[in-house]
Structure formats: structure tokens, C-alpha cells
């Protein structure tokens, strides 16, 4: 036997591979083709931009119902929580649904459930239509509508996510890449949002909105499956680096690991951002729900004036997400952002709560605009940056999602009956909750924030510190942050001397090895569990509320 093939046979050994003999692995290496070439940078930027395209039509439909919230309600004859219900029933559906599909984008990969996803939410976005053409006006299908879209909808950007983690490292595009994505989303939401109602009056019905939404999902579905066919070009024809591997991983080979086993082995790091997301994304999304007829109170203006109003707060994020990609990608301070954030959330609540003036309520529009357009990008590069293993992001990114859309369904549920309670049927009163919220995000993305300047944080909670540095700056972090652990040091020094520094970053962002940790991790696990169950509750009660 060769040389070659001697290295070759010591290379894969450790795998888990079915054994053969030493004439089969030889046979197997001629068959090897010729080094592919380097992906090119255009290649790269087609695979960013079709991508993109994805999410056009379902962040065009996002907050369609919303806007038209107003007229639908007289249409379709419903009250406030019936239409809060309408709303939740997206949510509602993703709680655990986008907990498979992030296995199943795990396991499958982004092109293709990116193909499948956009499938279904063509699907919905027609039925939605169909159900308010013609004077049909069925709540009933409309909800439908919303359910078959939501399978769709729910998991579709955690798709995209995975796509730009395989083509793009941490600090080498992939903020960017992100930043660029909620870019094109924001643009798209912010055109239907913006038209809806101008669209319903002028044409003579609220269905012209909603068919316009489902000729974008069409379009977004044929970007799909041409994202689908370019990834197998290129996988086929360049060399595809895949940046969701371990760095311990053998390239081509698959090594199998439990979901299950993966969730169990989330850092508590991971579920402190969890619940900052829970309170922070979950207010910041809710809001929208009721942002254009809050803007129409307010102001004492018609639907068309609302719409316009609420959609602005659209327009920051369009222009800012990408520079805000670029910053990370040079400079880090996720975790800063994050802070930034939570305060503005904050302040642009307390605006809305306790001043009434046209002048502080267009100020709070344009905080919450700035709250709203920084907040996505950091979270999703905080998420891959901390977990130990790359190829669970979707997995991951998914249980964060679950746990926000459980926070969506309670908020949007209990500021429907709120404004149900109202004796004009005011959201002054609902405004209360989502301040609550705000506080509540300020004060946990200010731990983060502390736990990466203290010792005692950068001990317990090193990936947050690590997920804070700049990325050229990461491994010379990671060897400081291991010489702060002396009893990480203590117990892996006398085995072996010579850590690789991708080692001991795997260790420093793995849970700590003790009982108090696993408990702590336990603990963590079953409040998500508890959250998307109470909203499971909550939305019963939203419907019963809604039938009375």
C-alpha cells in the first residue's frame, strides 16, 4: 500500500465509519477529483442576493393584517381580541413547529427548507386573499390562511440564517450578510405596510392588499428554489468552505449527534439571551400589532395617515442594518448593541405612556425605529457566537424563536383584552404591558453587558465576553479567559499541555461541568417550556374572551 494511502486510512480512523478492509480504502482514493477552484466573490454575492429575494414576500405580507386591522375588524365584524387572536394563531403555530424545522434545517440545510417554506407560506398568503375576495369575508378561512402561512413564515429566516452560516465565518461577512437580509425585509414590510390601506381604499377592497402579498410570495418562492439549484452548482463546481462545522470535524464526514442531546448541552449563556430576546423581541414585535391604529388615535387621523406613521419606524433599519452588519463584523460589542437596544425600547415606551403630544409621540416612533432596527443582527450573531457547536445553530436559533413567539401571543392576548376592558376602546392603558417589557430587556441585556468587564462574569459567563471582543481580537481573548478559569486550567493542564486554542474556545463556551450548572440549565429549559405552555393557555383564553 502507498504512502498516501496509509495517511489517508489514519486520517479517517477515528470516525465512526464502517470498518473495511485496507484494499477498499485504496480503491477509494484515485477516485478523488482534483482540488476545486476558490469560490469566487461574485458567486458569493449572487448567493446573498437571491437569498434575500426569500424574504421578500413574507416580510411584504408580515404586517398586512395588522395594518388593516381597523378595517378588518368592521368587515369582518370581530372584536378586538378576536383580531388579537388572529394575530396569535401565527405565533401560536411556531411555538413548537419552528423547534422541528430547526432540526430539519440542521439536518437538511437552508437551501432546501428555504424552497419548502416559501412553498408554504405562497400557499397561505393565496387562501388569506381568496378568503376577503368577492365579499366573502370568512374569519374562519382568513385564520386559516394564517395558519398554512405561518408554517412557512415562522422558520423561513432561520433558513436564510443557516444559508450565510455556511458561506460566512463570525467576523468575515456574516454580520453582514445579516445586516443585509433584514435590510431587504425591512423594505419590503415597510412598502405593504405602508400601501395597504392606500391600496384598499382606492381599489374598493382590503383584498387588493393581500393579493399583492401573495404575487411577492410567489416571486420569493422562485428565488427560493433558485437559491436551492445555485448551492448544489457551487458545492459541485468551487470549493465550499462550511463554516457551521466543528474545527474537529474531518471534511465529508458526517458525524451523527442527537437534537435532543444538543439542546440539553445549551450554555446558560445561551438561555440569558434567550430571555432578554423574550421580553426585548418579544415586545419590539408585538408593538406592531397595534402600532398603526395606536398612531390613528394618537393623531386623530384616518387609516392611510396611521399606516404611513407606524410603517416609518421601517425606514431606519433599511439604511442602518447594513453598516450595523459591517460594525460587528470589524468591531464586536454584540452585547453593547443589545444594551443600546433594550434602553431605547425603554425610553420610547415611557414616551408613549406618560405624554400625549403629537411631538413626544412621533420622538417615541423614532426611538422605537432605532430599538427595532438594532436589535435583530446582534442577537443572531450573539446566538452562533456562544453556543460550542456551530452546526446547531438552527437548532438553537430556533428554541430562541419558540420562546419569543409564546412572549408575542401572551402580549398581543392581554393588550387585546386590555383594550377590549377600555370603555373607548383605547390602548393607553396596553401601553403599560409593553413598558414592562422594556424595563425588563434593559435590565437583563445590562447584566450581559456587566458580566463582560467583571471577573466574575468573564469566569461563569466567558462566551459573552467572547462574543463581545472584536473577531481578529477572539483568540487572544480565549487564552486570557483560560488563564482566568485556573480550575478549567487545573483539570484539563495535567492531561494534555498542548490545547489546541479551537479546543479551548469549544470548552469555554460548554457548560461548566458541575451540579449546580446542570441544574441551573435545567431550570432554564423548563421556564422556556413554561412560557410556551402559559401562552398556549393564554391564547384559549383569548379565544374564549373573543367568542363572548
Known amino acids: 500500500m502507498s504512502t498516501a494511502s496509509i495517511r489517508f486510512i489514519s486520517a479517517i480512523a477515528p470516525v465512526d465509519v464502517e470498518s473495511k478492509d ?100 405562497l400557499a397561505g398568503a393565496a387562501v388569506q386573499a381568496g378568503a376577503t375576495t368577492n365579499g366573502f369575508n370568512s374569519y374562519h378561512v382568513l385564520m386559516a390562511g394564517k395558519i398554512i402561512a405561518a408554517i412557512g413564515d415562522g422558520s423561513l429566516d432561520n433558513a436564510q440564517h443557516k444559508i450565510f452560516t455556511t458561506y460566512f465565518a463570525p467576523g468575515n461577512g456574516f454580520a453582514l450578510s445579516i445586516g443585509l437580509i433584514w435590510s431587504m425585509a425591512n423594505m419590503a414590510q ?42 448544489k452548482y457551487l458545492r459541485s463546481h468551487y470549493q465550499v468552505v462550511d463554516y457551521c462545522k466543528r474545527f474537529d470535524q474531518p471534511s465529508g464526514i458526517k458525524v451523527r449527534t442527537s437534537h435532543w442531546s444538543a439542546v440539553r448541552q445549551m450554555p446558560f449563556t445561551f438561555w440569558f439571551v434567550v430571555l432578554f430576546a423574550t421580553f426585548q423581541t418579544g415586545g419590539v414585535d408585538s408593538f406592531v400589532s397595534v402600532s398603526t391604529q395606536f398612531a390613528q388615535q394618537r393623531l386623530k387621523k384616518g387609516a392611510v395617515v396611521g399606516g404611513w406613521v407606524s410603517s416609518f419606524y421601517l425606514l431606519v433599519p433599511i439604511g442602518l442594518t447594513p453598516f450595523l452588519g459591517m460594525f460587528i463584523d470589524a468591531y464586536g460589542r454584540r452585547v453593547t448593541i443589545l444594551f443600546l437596544s433594550g434602553c431605547m425600547f425603554l425610553i420610547s415606551m415611557l414616551l408613549l405612556r406618560f405624554s400625549e403630544t403629537v411631538p413626544t409621540f412621533i420622538c417615541a416612533y423614532i426611538f422605537y425605529a432605532f430599538a427595532q432596527s438594532i436589535t435583530s443582527a446582534p442577537q443572531v450573531e ?30 398581543v392576548t392581554a393588550t387585546g383584552k386590555l383594550q377590549d376592558l377600555s370603555s373607548t376602546g383605547s390602548l393607553e392603558g396596553a401601553v403599560t404591558v409593553w413598558l414592562v417589557y422594556a424595563f425588563a430587556s434593559m435590565l437583563i441585556s445590562g447584566v450581559l453587558l456587566g458580566a463582560c468587564y467583571t471577573s466574575w462574569g468573564q469566569r461563569y459567563l466567558p462566551a459573552v465576553r467572547l462574543s463581545q471582543v472584536r473577531p481578529r481580537h477572539v483568540e487572544r481573548e480565549v487564552e486570557r479567559l483560560w488563564e482566568l478559569r485556573r480550575h478549567t486550567v487545573a483539570e484539563e493542564g495535567k492531561r494534555d499541555e498542548s490545547v489546541m486554542p479551537k479546543q479551548k474556545e469549544l470548552t469555554l463556551k460548554s457548560p461548566v461541568p458541575s451540579s449546580v450548572s446542570l441544574y441551573a440549565r435545567w431550570v432554564a429549559l423548563g421556564a422556556g417550556f413554561t412560557i410556551v405552555l402559559t401562552a398556549w393557555v393564554i391564547f384559549g383564553f383569548g379565544v374564549e374572551w373573543g367568542a363572548r
Not at 77 to 94: D, P, R
Not at 190 to 213: C, D, F, K
Not at 382 to 409: E, G, H, L, M
Open 382 to 411: 450573539v446566538v452562533r457566537s456562544i453556543i460550542p457547536d456551530p452546526r446547531y445553530y438552527a437548532t438553537a436559533f430556533a428554541i430562541k424563536k419558540s420562546i419569543v413567539q409564546a412572549s408575542i401571543i401572551i402580549t
Open 190 to 231: 415597510y412598502v405593504g405596510q405602508s400601501t395597504a390601506n392606500v391600496m384598499s381604499q382606492n381599489l374598493g377592497s382590503y383584498s387588493w392588499p393581500l393579493w399583492t402579498g401573495a404575487i411577492m410570495g410567489l416571486f420569493s418562492f422562485l428565488c427560493a428554489i433558485c437559491v436551492f439549484v445555485l448551492d
Open 22 to 121: 485496507e484494499s477498499q480504502l485504496s480503491i477509494i482514493i484515485p477516485s478523488y477529483s482534483p482540488v476545486k477552484p476558490k469560490l469566487p466573490l461574485r458567486w458569493q454575492v449572487a448567493i446573498v442576493g437571491l437569498t434575500c429575494m426569500c424574504t421578500f414576500g413574507h416580510h411584504w405580507s408580515d404586517a398586512l393584517i395588522a395594518t388593516l386591522k381597523t378595517t378588518i375588524e368592521h368587515e369582518l365584524k370581530i372584536n378586538n381580541s378576536e383580531f388579537a387572536t388572529l394575530i396569535s394563531v401565527t405565533n401560536l403555530v411556531n411555538t413548537f413547529l419552528c423547534i422541528a424545522f430547526g432540526f430539519a434545517i440542521d439536518k437538511f440545510g437552508g437551501p432546501l427548507l428555504s424552497a419548502i417554506l416559501t412553498a408554504f407560506f
